[in-house]
């Protein structure tokens, strides 16, 4: 380690030699205390995974990895070691922030009774996943079948990638749609208009604030609706994915994007 990494981490806590890889930063160097803000954005359900890498291997272990658990109040912290993948299951999130700053900061492991091999990635069910939602927004079962074969899921890496693969398929159906936050209100009714259209809804502009901005806008739009919604498509840009779904829709694809460690919610709170 050099001089000027030593004093990085011992003066100011921030580990310029590792890397970092969430929804919301891959790159390294961080301070310790972005361990803090994202593994609190996975409590909070922004984000869904937080992966931290050593530039050398922590007693055998190269990577530890925070996802979001089957409870919304638990997580699951994975550990590569030694060639292997090992899993802690329904861990809180204030473990898992203790845990994930002691592999940085101590250069430590929990204890190797707590954690067992696993499989890091359930291709399968991520595979049907995938399948599922994507019949549930195109509807369309021959798109569905092109898109699953371009579908990957063997790395997080690989899975964002088909993640993203599956906006542009939405987008190129005419299900979905891209816009700014700073989109104006003519701009913006334009766009939901067009989404709205094929399930028989429509916009009252004129009961829109012309002071407002687009989540108050969007927000007014979803109160007028009955049994339909703007959701957004999280991929991890400054901008809407917009999409209209009925409340069963919503619910699915709510929760199968969950499983694929990305997030579809209600326009307003994007």
Request: proline share 2%; aromatic share 10%.
């Amino acid at each position: 380690m050099s001089i000027s990494d030593w004093i990085q981490e011992h003066l100011f806590q921030t580990y310029v030699t590792w890397r970092t890889k969430s929804p919301l930063y891959n790159s390294k160097g961080f301070h310790i205390d972005g361990i803090n803000n994202s593994l609190k954005a996975m409590e909070d359900g922004i984000i869904a995974y937080t992966e931290l890498y050593p530039p050398h291997a922590v007693q055998g272990c190269t990577a530890m990895k925070a996802r979001i658990g089957k409870s919304l109040t638990m997580m699951d912290l994975y550990l590569e070691l030694e060639g292997k993948c090992y899993v802690i299951e329904n861990m809180t999130y204030a473990e898992g922030i203790r845990i994930m700053r002691d592999f940085v900061k101590k250069r430590v492991l929990p204890e190797r009774s707590r954690y067992v091999e696993t499989v890091e990635f359930d291709k399968h069910a991520l595979e049907e996943s995938f399948a599922e939602l994507a019949l549930l927004l195109i509807g369309d079962s021959e798109q569905v079948k092109q898109f699953m074969s371009r579908v990957r899921v063997d790395s997080m890496e690989l899975i964002d990638d088909s993640w993203y693969d599956l906006y542009e398929v939405l987008l190129s159906c005419n299900v979905a749609a891209d816009l700014s936050l700073k989109i104006d209100k003519e701009s913006l009714v334009d766009v939901v208009e067009r989404l709205a259209g094929p399930k028989g809804l429509s916009v009252n502009e004129a009961s829109l604030d012309e002071d407002g901005f687009s989540t108050q806008w969007i927000e007014a739009i979803n109160s007028s609706w009955q049994g339909y919604s703007l959701i957004d498509m999280d991929i991890g840009t400054d901008y809407y994915v917009l999409l209209v779904l009925s409340d069963e829709e919503f619910k699915r694809a709510e929760a199968l994007s969950r499983m694929l460690f990305h997030r579809m919610v209600l326009a307003e709170k994007a």
